[in-house]
């Protein structure tokens, strides 16, 4: 005997309605007013083939009718696997991160999966060992590794053990393709130390990130062996290690204003420590750009606020975000090379010719 669906009245089930829409909707809910079980809604969920075209049609109407929003954690334990993205870093630039999630975010749209973050201190002797906890206990469908920790060797054979795929965000490349997009940080300093020395400056401070960073060393290299080629050398004074960060900058930019011949330019590895530079600058009562050209690199939104605007190498953090997050949805699909990311110089009001009056 073919089984019916037992009708029940419209006034039940629109009060059912209400109730789950002002109470938030449980995937209960969505099988008691559908009138199929539990398992029923999971599969049109998950796109199960197994479900009728009807009965996928009156389930998808009621998810949307009633708001209700299917709880990843849920759906990891229900069928074994997790519909979380886990994004981990060791990045004191809030503004970097804030870019990083946005195209990630953008990239999960719509597809059923959910970012999580794990910030994390890469000096920590047990931040691997913390990383490995929040991998397994979030049972995590891959990982987004975001400079400096994608540089560290030895937490990726730790994701390779544990058996999580991930997606390498650095400043070259450091593994597959199809694991790796690479930023190519140096093209960038490279295009700035030209265009400082178009202008016609030669005595410029550098102000670096920190050395164990894989970009303070690529972007810090490719400006020294840039300006080298055009014959300038930097002396050792005129170097100055930051930490990417904002303070660093103004102390960087104090010791290097304070030298017997001060520099005419500065080019600060991120625009946090740009920003520094200004605020040092302004104490000093030097005018902008006339008497200090400044350019930074990442060309976040602070770039366009500060005044006057600032010259920065745009490094399109957003799409980097983008692309490693598609990288795990689709690993089988992803490409034999990484997306091409090329960083390029964006010329504001922050440089001019030395000793412009």
């Given at each position: 005997?073919?089984?019916?669906?037992?009708?029940?009245?419209?006034?039940?089930?629109?009060?059912?309605?209400?109730?789950?829409?002002?109470?938030?909707?449980?995937?209960?809910?969505?099988?008691?007013?559908?009138?199929?079980?539990?398992?029923?809604?999971?599969?049109?969920?998950?796109?199960?083939?197994?479900?009728?075209?009807?009965?996928?049609e009156r389930v998808e109407a009621l998810i949307r009718e009633v708001g209700y929003v299917p709880d990843p954690m849920a759906r990891g334990l229900a069928f074994r696997k997790s519909f979380l993205i886990g994004m981990v870093y060791d990045n004191p630039n809030a503004q970097y991160i804030v870019n990083?999630?946005?195209?990630?975010?953008?990239?999960?749209?719509?597809?059923?999966?959910?970012?999580?973050?794990?910030?994390?201190?890469?000096?920590?002797?047990?931040?691997?060992?913390?990383?490995?906890?929040?991998?397994?206990?979030?049972?995590?469908?891959?990982?987004?590794?975001?400079?400096?920790?994608?540089?560290?060797?030895?937490?990726?054979?730790?994701?390779?053990?544990?058996?999580?795929?991930?997606?390498?965000?650095?400043?070259?490349?450091?593994?597959?393709?199809?694991?790796?997009?690479?930023?190519?940080?140096?093209?960038?300093?490279?295009?700035?130390?030209?265009?400082?020395?178009?202008?016609?400056?030669?005595?410029?401070?550098?102000?670096?990130?920190?050395?164990?960073?894989?970009?303070?060393?690529?972007?810090?290299?490719?400006?020294?062996?840039?300006?080298?080629?055009?014959?300038?050398?930097?002396?050792?004074?005129?170097?100055?290690?930051?930490?990417?960060?904002?303070?660093?900058?103004?102390?960087?930019?104090?010791?290097?204003?304070?030298?017997?011949?001060?520099?005419?330019?500065?080019?600060?590895?991120?625009?946090e420590m740009a920003a520094g530079v200004y605020k040092a600058a302004h104490r000093l009562g030097l005018s902008l750009p006339e008497q200090l050209s400044i350019v930074g690199f990442d060309d976040s939104p602070l770039a366009t606020r500060l005044w006057p605007s600032l010259t920065s190498v745009r490094?399109?953090?957003?799409?980097?975000?983008?692309?490693?997050?598609?990288?795990?949805?689709?690993?089988?699909?992803?490409?034999?090379?990484?997306?091409?990311?090329?960083?390029?110089?964006?010329?504001?009001?922050?440089?001019?010719?030395?000793?412009?009056?």
């Amino acid at each position: 005997m073919t089984a019916r669906r037992i009708e029940r009245p419209a006034a039940d089930i629109a009060q059912d309605k209400a109730n789950a829409k002002s109470g938030g909707a449980t995937i209960n809910d969505i099988a008691r007013l559908a009138g199929v079980s539990k398992k029923t809604v999971s599969r049109v969920i998950n796109r199960s083939p197994l479900v009728q075209v009807q009965t996928r049609e009156r389930v998808e109407a009621l998810i949307r009718e009633v708001g209700y929003v299917p709880d990843p954690m849920a759906r990891g334990l229900a069928f074994r696997k997790s519909f979380l993205i886990g994004m981990v870093y060791d990045n004191p630039n809030a503004q970097y991160i804030v870019n990083m999630q946005g195209g990630a975010l953008e990239s999960l749209r719509g597809s059923g999966f959910e970012l999580v973050v794990h910030p994390c201190d890469s000096k920590s002797d047990d931040y691997i060992a913390g990383v490995r906890h929040f991998v397994v206990q979030q049972r995590l469908h891959g990982v987004i590794l975001v400079p400096r920790v994608s540089e560290d060797s030895a937490l990726v054979d730790m994701l390779n053990e544990v058996g999580v795929r991930y997606a390498r965000i650095a400043a070259v490349s450091l593994d597959q393709p199809r694991r790796m997009i690479a930023t190519n940080d140096r093209l960038g300093a490279i295009e700035a130390a030209n265009y400082l020395e178009s202008l016609g400056h030669r005595r410029i401070g550098l102000i670096t990130g920190p050395q164990r960073y894989l970009s303070a060393r690529e972007r810090g290299g490719g400006f020294i062996a840039a300006l080298a080629k055009r014959g300038i050398e930097l002396a050792p004074e005129y170097v100055i290690e930051g930490g990417y960060t904002f303070e660093s900058g103004v102390a960087g930019a104090e010791r290097l204003l304070a030298l017997p011949e001060r520099p005419t330019a500065i080019f600060a590895l991120n625009d946090e420590m740009a920003a520094g530079v200004y605020k040092a600058a302004h104490r000093l009562g030097l005018s902008l750009p006339e008497q200090l050209s400044i350019v930074g690199f990442d060309d976040s939104p602070l770039a366009t606020r500060l005044w006057p605007s600032l010259t920065s190498v745009r490094l399109p953090i957003w799409d980097m975000g983008l692309h490693a997050a598609a990288m795990l949805l689709s690993p089988e699909e992803s490409p034999r090379e990484g997306p091409l990311i090329a960083p390029h110089l964006v010329v504001r009001e922050s440089c001019s010719s030395p000793g412009r009056v």
